[in-house]
């Protein structure tokens, strides 16, 4: 590693930015002096709203979702078909799928998708807690919107199983979801399209 020229909390705040999604070492150095040049107009701001989100952001013990109450605004919110649960496997999709318009539903984020390979076994997911959901009542159509990677199509397997003598109407996007395609890669138009047409299971 590179002798540090700057002081230790410039290089504490460089190793910090560097572990952000799409940030390295490289773009990590100029974000942080980006910062520090702006300390009233961006930095004071930036430190006061994470201050904030880490005081307050919470997860959705409901759905999984993140937002500042718990259960989430999607969840209390009586306008919505609260009937029908779209399972998608970060939040991220839930947000491009919200972007999109694709559907006025309640929803599940798994938190992941199983994988052996990496170790990722259905206890590290939020299956079972989909599958009490369902056992609760009030739930009719469950739009698997899993991304359709193998990973992903294992997944909405596994929860197929686990339905099982279960009274409830299973549906997944339509093909035009590229495969391996993630969903929040998607333009909202495809997105919202693929909800619109979406197939049973
Ligand atoms: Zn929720």
Excluded: F
Excluded at 37 to 64: D, F, N, Y
Excluded at 88 to 102: C, F, I, Q, T
């Amino acid at each position: 590693m590179a002798k540090s020229i700057a002081g230790p909390e410039i290089e504490r705040l460089i190793q910090l930015l560097a572990k952000l999604p799409g940030l390295g070492p490289r773009s990590a150095r100029r974000a942080a002096l980006h910062l520090v040049k702006r300390r009233e107009q961006l930095l004071a701001p930036l430190t006061a709203a994470m201050g904030e989100a880490l005081e307050k952001v919470a997860i959705c013990s409901v759905c999984g979702n993140i937002d500042s109450r718990d259960p989430c605004t999607i969840c209390c919110d009586p306008a919505r078909d609260q009937s029908t649960v779209v399972v998608v496997e970060d939040v991220s999709d839930l947000w491009a799928l919200e972007r999109a318009k694709a559907l006025n539903a309640a929803y599940h984020v798994l938190g992941g998708v199983l994988s052996p390979l990496e170790g990722i076994g259905p206890e590290d997911l939020t299956i079972r807690q989909l599958i009490d959901r369902i056992h609760r009542g009030g739930v009719r159509e469950l739009v698997l919107a899993v991304n359709a990677t193998v990973e992903g199509q294992t997944t909405a397997h596994y929860i197929m199983d686990q339905l099982d003598g279960l009274d409830v109407k299973v549906t997944r996007l339509a093909h035009g979801v590229p495969v391996g395609g993630e969903l929040d890669y998607l333009d909202e138009g495809t997105l919202a399209a693929a909800m619109r047409s979406r197939t049973a299971l």
